[in-house]
Each structure stands twice: as C-alpha cells, then as structure tokens.
C-alpha cells in the first residue's frame, strides 16, 4: 500500500525566508502533483511532476522530484503572505487512485 | 475552457436523511473523482467513474454511492446521513491521458445536523 507523508504538517514562518517542504513516498513512482489549498476553497494545481529529476517553478515556488529516494521537494524563496495556504503533494501510480499526503499548513508571518 | 463545476456549494441536511451531489467536469475529460474532506481525516478518495464505470473505490461505506451519465456529469449520493457525514466533498475531473492530474472543483460543503 502506498504511504505519502508531508512534513512538516505546520509550518510558521517568517516573511523573507526561506523553506522546504517535504514530500516522502513509498512505492515507485515518477508521477507526482502539488496542489495548494486555501481555507474553504477547493485545490489548485501548482506543479505536475513527471520524471526523476523535474524541475518546476514558478515565482516563489520550486518543486523537485527524485524518484530514486521517493522524495519530492516543495521550495519556498522569500515568502511573502500571499504565500499562507495548506500544501499538499499527490503520488500517481497510474491506473489507481491518487495517494494524498495529509498536507502542510504553511503560514506565513510579517 | 470551464472548469469543474459542483452543486450545489452549500448543503445542510438533519440526519438519516439522503443528499445527492452534482459535478460537471471540464469539457473533455472522461474520469470523474470524488473526495471527502473532513479537519480529521483529511483528503479521502471516494470513488472514481471512467466512461459511466466505476474503476475505482475507496474504503467507504455502501451509503455512499455514485453513478456517472454519458457526458460525464457525475452524481453521488448519501443515504442515511450520519452527524460524521459532515465535510467538504470535492470533484476532480483528469482527461484520461499519460497522465492522473486532478482538476478540482470548489466543492460542496454539507453539514449534516
């Protein structure tokens, strides 16, 4: 059975600075998403990631995949308020289900 | 091109009853998933309608069941509502292609009473 766990769950952090978001998995895979949440809204795409060593970024966001440690990256450069959501990666294996992991509450504090 | 539509957004129900939810999904795309969100249990995957069959369930019970029509709307149902029911059911469409990305919807929120 595939496990996706995200750490950390809550992340505090300041304005400016810098973060990284993990993502471990443990079956093989080289499909994975991010998705980002606000609070009573639904999810939004951010990243699809579909090969060892994809790269995506986009303004303050970069994701990672390396499928030899199972482990995805979610970095945050400078973060800034608008940046405050819950985050979550999501491991495709392919005819089955998408696995969740349970999400990082990311806020972000002047 | 639109995006997933849900209704309705906002539900409140009293127990034992039944509710039925409606997702249209992006113009094209063949599989349709559900989801319920709740602050405990976080992000579970319900069931999965590809071509107006189910491919794939999750482990809920059998009060909760679904059916997808031959343009792809989906519909799913709750029977005999339980307090626990409470949640934010979210749809995702994905086109079926080499890939599983998930297009969500904003979803229903039901509060069961």
């Known amino acids: 059975e595939l496990k996706v766990e995200q750490n950390p769950l809550f992340l505090s952090m300041q304005e400016g600075k810098n973060y990284t978001i993990y993502c471990n998995y443990s079956t093989t895979s080289d499909r994975l998403y991010w998705y980002r949440q606000d609070p009573g809204k639904s999810l939004e795409s951010l990243f699809v990631l579909l090969s060892n060593g994809a790269v995506k970024q986009e303004g303050r966001l970069m994701a990672s995949l390396d499928t030899k440690a199972r482990l995805s990256t979610l970095h945050i450069t400078a973060a800034v308020h608008d940046l405050s959501a819950t985050y979550f990666c999501?491991?495709?294996?392919?005819?089955?289900?998408?696995?969740f992991g349970k999400g990082t509450r990311l806020s972000v504090i002047a | 091109k639109a995006g997933v539509t849900q209704t309705p957004r906002y539900l409140i129900k009293t127990r034992g009853q039944q509710v039925t939810l409606s997702c249209s999904p992006i113009?094209?795309?063949?599989?349709v998933s559900w989801y319920q969100q709740t602050p405990g249990q976080g992000l579970q995957f319900l069931f999965e309608y590809f071509s107006e069959t189910q491919r794939n369930k999750g482990n809920f019970p059998g009060r909760f069941s679904g059916r997808q029509f031959s343009n792809s709307r989906s519909e799913m149902n709750v029977s005999t509502l339980e307090l626990g029911d409470s949640a934010l059911y979210l749809c995702?469409?994905?086109?079926?292609?080499?890939?599983?990305?998930?297009?969500f919807g904003p979803g229903t929120r039901l509060t069961v009473l």
């Open positions: 995702a469409s994905s086109p079926d292609g080499q890939y599983n990305e998930q297009f």
């Open positions: 999501a491991v495709d294996l392919g005819n089955t289900p998408l696995v």
């Open positions: 113009s094209g795309h063949r599989s």
